[in-house]
């Protein structure tokens, strides 16, 4: 293995993890999960079955990803971030359909972000601490609120760093 991971973790069967790769203490990382090169998955993070996680992502700590999820290259996602996978959960009846994520590379989520399932999230986006993302969320944006709307095209802030 060309990674680093806690004896306490759990990483099931047919799981994937990239070379330089970290997964740290009292993780759970399930099943047909594919992790890239260079992740950091913080302390107390969920991994669901058939994740994908590209390289050079930051996960913090208490992190909760559920199945469906796709996590593209560059992305940082703040302690405490969850993304569900049903839009309208019932207490006693499993989910009818499970509603994929989609986050774009070089996206930053903020602490506590909550993202819905069904959601796609644009390349460079930023997520403000707490934010409920309910909606797509384009390419350079900045969302904020619950739920999320947009605060700010972030365009000529990128076109200014060339």
Not at 66 to 86: C, D, L, P, S
Request: aromatic fraction near 10%; charge should be positive.
């Amino acid at each position: 293995m060309d990674f680093f991971y806690s004896v306490s973790s759990i990483i099931e069967e047919d799981v994937s993890v990239g070379q330089g790769s970290k997964v740290w203490y009292f993780t759970h990382i399930c099943h047909s999960a594919k992790i890239g090169r260079d992740t950091n998955v913080g302390e107390k993070c969920y991994i669901g079955e058939g994740s994908i996680i590209g390289d050079d992502v930051k996960i913090g700590n208490n992190v909760n990803i559920y199945a469906g999820t796709i996590i593209k290259n560059k992305v940082f996602i703040g302690n405490g971030a969850n993304f569900t996978n049903v839009r309208k959960p019932f207490a006693y009846r499993k989910a009818k359909k499970i509603l994929d994520i989609i986050i774009e590379d070089e996206v930053s989520i903020g602490a506590n972000a909550t993202i819905v399932g069904g959601i796609k999230i644009g390349r460079k986006a930023i997520i403000a601490d707490g934010a409920v993302v309910t909606k797509d969320v384009p390419d350079e944006c900045f969302v904020a609120g619950n739920p999320a709307r947009i605060k700010k095209n972030l365009k000529d802030f990128y076109d200014h760093k060339k």
